[in-house]
Nanobody, 122 residues
Framework: VQLQASGGGLVQAGGSLRLSCAAS????????MGWFRQAPGKGREFVGA????????YVIDSVKDRFTISRDNAKNTVYLQMNSLKPEDTAVYYC????????????????WGQGTQVTVSS
């Protein structure tokens, strides 16, 4: 499975971006898919995940009510919609995939995409 993240960029605080994670090599409809981010000088942080077929989603408290994860299995693509962006959301964002285990907060991912930079100016 190859994952390609895109959609990052520079946005002012309060703005929105939608990140996409396109999968190739095989269908990922039965995979759990996650988003992570890494801010400068910090470790990688789990942002959230979506279950296979999109039946459940989870995001961390710091982005709750601002970020939404969705998937379009027909397009083999997962999305991270980010609204009301804050400077502290500045990071490189990564998508990842794994065999679905039934647990959204399982952080053991098998496949990783390259990151896409999100920069939020104040």
């Amino acid at each position: 499975v190859q994952l390609q993240a895109s959609g990052g960029g520079l946005v002012q605080a309060g703005g929105s971006l939608r990140l996409s994670c396109a999968a190739s090599g095989r269908t990922v409809s039965t995979y759990g898919m996650g988003w992570f981010r890494q801010a400068p000088g910090k470790g990688r942080e789990f942002v959230g995940a979506i279950a296979k077929f999109g039946s459940m989603t989870y995001v961390i408290d710091s982005v709750k009510d601002r970020f939404t994860i969705s998937r379009d299995n027909a397009k083999n693509t997962v999305y991270l919609q980010m609204n009301s962006l804050k400077p502290e959301d500045t990071a490189v964002y990564y998508c990842a995939g794994r065999i679905w285990t039934g647990e959204l907060r399982d952080l053991t991912y098998d496949y990783w995409g390259q990151g896409t930079q999100v920069t939020v100016s104040s």
